[in-house]
């Protein structure tokens, strides 16, 4: 009965993100990490992380393969199925609806000023997601307060692979991105 409970709860979980988490799948996984990791407890944030990494290293939308991986650690796969349809679920009804009065749906005033509101609203939530990945993968705080030396705030591996990263990608734009995310499971690996 309490995993058929929890599944319940974990639906209504990815239905709301699913209705809410416009911006694509980094505002998805904001929501993920304030509802599972810091409110419920249900995942440590190094796991999250560790989930979010590879979401997105993996084929598909990085919100789609993130409910998947949650249901799946969570619930097994049938957890998987149930929160991966029910992030999918809201958007689907959503688009459905807009698209049938599409036309008429755009030209409002108010649709338009919603949407207006809603980019920068995105934009701030896609830049705390990045924020915190950089604060776990790059930095080390605890140290840092720990110890007081200012040196020991790097990663000092993790810092010169995302440096050599960041300067491979701005200097080769045909450099498909793709290769450094195989180049950082080479690096995990092989460091880690």
Known sequence: MTAILGLLKLCGIFLYIGLFAIGGGLVAATFIQQILV??????????FYSMLAISESTPGPIGINLATYVGTELY???????????????????IMLISKFFSDFQKKPLVQSAF??????????????????????VLNVSLFKESGNFLSLFRL??????????????AFKKLHPVFIVLAGAVFGILFF
């Open 116 to 137: 207006s509101a809603i980019r920068p609203a995105t934009g701030g939530i896609v830049l705390v997601a990045m924020v915190n990945v950089i604060f776990l993968s």
């Open 38 to 47: 810091e409110k419920l407890g249900l995942l440590s944030l190094e796991k």
């Open 76 to 94: 097994g796969p049938f957890g998987g199925i149930l929160a991966t349809v029910s992030e999918v679920l809201p958007a689907m009804v959503i």
């Open 157 to 170: 591996k993790e810092l010169i692979f995302y440096t050599l990263s960041c300067i491979l990608l701005f």
